[in-house]
């Protein structure tokens, strides 16, 4: 499985390290997961339709952050990617905090996945 990144999901990246200097590490403990199941898994992880892309585009709703003492997978950090099967490869397109935002970037999908 290969993984890729969208220049505007570094930036949130970027932007997420100065609050939780552990999200390097545990980006890499959520890749470890998709390169064995990269599909949605309810309740962790569900597919985002009615977008007008034929891409497959996955929202993971748990993800556990260890800068984020006590909350475990329950730490509100939102991951949206793009997956694609033929290809085993993983495009990250949005990272985000659930207090910072109420729901993922439509235009940002739309815009990158026709």
């Known amino acids: 499985m290969t993984f890729d990144e969208l220049t505007e999901f570094k930036k949130d990246l ?10 390097n590490d545990d980006l890499n403990v959520v890749k470890r997961v998709l390169e064995l199941t990269p599909d949605e898994r309810p309740p962790f992880s569900f597919r985002i339709d009615n977008l007008g892309v034929e891409t497959c585009i996955i929202k993971v ?8 003492k006590g909350r475990g997978v329950n730490s509100g950090l939102r991951l949206i990617y793009a997956h694609f099967p033929n290809e085993q490869k993983i495009t990250f397109i949005e990272l985000y905090h659930k207090n910072d935002k109420e729901n993922e970037d439509k235009t940002r999908i739309t815009d990158n996945f026709k």
């Open 61 to 68: 709703k748990k993800i556990a952050c260890m800068a984020l």
């Open 14 to 23: 970027k932007t997420l390290l100065k609050k939780y200097r552990t999200l």
